[in-house]
């Protein structure tokens, strides 16, 4: 526990690309708010395996995003149903649905439908907030946290040897 911790603020605490970790959080955010057994959630986890974003954030993020989405379960029902009963898609839908690997990802159903919407249009602004969070907290906040007395104090703990550890 203590090293996924090290690790989480060696990376925020690195000159690493902002975007990498943001990454991880947009894969996060999608395979965390769609159903866990989805299809395509095999997708997003082998391009997160196979493209350079950070893992620990990556899992990080996947908890906190599964677990908000218990919160955002009726706002999905609400808006898979609405885009599969728009009637200007019925043709698209029944030929997808006609279709074995449609029906195999599942897209069909209420549920599945609609985290798939929402989290698509969530990624991009969650991108940019990311981005814009990791810069600013490397700008501003890094040089103000170094000299506060709680700063002094963890640097005393366990927990920043590991950190330091890890640094070198």
């Known amino acids: 526990m203590l090293t996924a911790i090290a690790k989480l603020l060696k990376v925020l605490n690195s000159d690493d690309n902002p975007a990498q970790v943001a990454v991880a959080v947009v894969f996060a955010l999608i395979m965390g708010l769609t159903p866990l057994m989805s299809p395509h959630n095999l997708f997003i986890?082998?391009?997160?395996l196979v493209l350079r974003v950070n893992l620990s954030f990556f899992l990080l993020s996947f908890a906190l995003f599964s677990g908000i989405a218990y919160l955002l379960d009726p706002l999905s029902m609400q808006l898979g149903a609405a885009v599969l009963q728009a009637e200007g898609l019925t043709a698209v839908w029944t030929s997808m649905y006609q279709s074995s690997f449609w029906r195999f990802m599942a897209y069909?159903?209420?549920?599945v439908m609609g985290s798939v919407c929402l989290s698509l249009i969530l990624a991009l602004p969650m991108y940019w907030a990311v981005v814009w969070a990791i810069t600013r907290y490397r700008d501003k906040v890094r040089a103000k946290l170094a000299q506060t007395r709680l700063m002094l104090f963890v640097k005393s703990t366990r927990l920043f040897e590991l950190y330091s550890a890890l640094n070198r």
């Open 108 to 111: 069909n159903n209420t549920l």
């Open 45 to 48: 986890l082998l391009l997160v």
